[in-house]
């Protein structure tokens, strides 16, 4: 079974704190993604990362960064944190691209971190 | 401009009787089509996918048809259970050769089984 765990399910911090939120899978899957959810506006990619240290922005990057160091692990970084990225952070993983390998290649998810930025 | 749309917030159905959740998209690249379910406080779970060569998907009580030509797809559960209960997430992705592609979410359908 696919593992994707999350450091924290739930994150409180303050404005203009730097937020850290990190994304271990097990599987040596290659792709990993960041998408928050937001009531009304369902899931939305913030970053993806198709190899170690290859990254590629989403639909919405402002305010994120991405760092992957190593194959497992895919952390988001909030440089300057705002009330406005309050939200649930989920991350996921997949073997292949979508388009490279399907039929049953989906996208695996972690628990998901509840942040709330005061 | 939002690429993957459910119309219908929240549906209702009998326990025993057929849910269908609705997805319309209008990005004419996608050709490849999931459902995720997701329960309060957990991640997304894959619940089937169709890809857009075909126009229907069947795996146990779950149905997913594709219309191309209506750029719609639709997710039939059927009998509808309890446990069906949850956040139902159409999902979509474009051809995208040599490496990653996310997906595209619609806002999401919560469906509620009714005793």
């Known amino acids: 079974d696919v593992k994707v765990t999350q450091s924290s399910r739930y994150l409180v911090k303050r404005t203009g704190e730097k937020v850290f939120l990190e994304c271990v899978q097990d599987m040596d899957h290659e792709n990993m993604f960041w998408y928050r959810q937001d009531p009304g506006l369902g899931l939305r990619l913030i970053y993806f990362s198709y190899d170690v240290k290859m990254k590629e922005k989403g639909d919405i990057p402002e305010g994120y960064s991405v760092s992957r160091e190593k194959k497992e692990r895919f952390s988001l970084i909030l440089e300057s944190a705002s009330t406005n990225q309050t939200s649930m952070y989920l991350c996921?993983?997949?073997?292949?691209?979508?388009?490279?390998?399907?039929?049953?290649?989906?996208?695996?998810f972690g628990p998901g971190t509840r942040l709330t930025v005061l | 401009d939002q690429q993957v749309k459910q119309n219908s917030p929240s549906l209702s159905v009998q326990e025993g009787r057929i849910s269908i959740l609705n997805c319309d998209y209008t990005?004419?690249?996608?050709?490849?089509f999931l459902w995720y379910k997701k329960y309060p406080a957990e991640g997304p779970t894959f619940l089937i996918s169709?890809?857009?060569?075909?126009d229907k998907n069947e795996d146990g009580r779950f149905t997913v048809f594709l219309n191309k030509s209506a750029k719609h797809l639709s997710l039939h559960i059927v009998p509808s259970q309890p446990g069906d209960s949850a956040v139902y997430f159409c999902?979509?992705?474009?051809?995208?050769?040599?490496?990653?592609?996310?997906?595209?979410f619609g806002k999401g359908t919560h469906l509620i089984i009714q005793p």
């Open positions: 169709i890809s857009s060569i075909k």
């Open positions: 996921a993983s997949t073997q292949n691209g979508l388009a490279g390998g399907r039929g049953t290649d989906t996208q695996y």
């Open positions: 999902a979509a992705s474009a051809r995208h050769w040599g490496g990653a592609d996310g997906l595209t």
């Open positions: 990005n004419s690249m996608f050709d490849y």
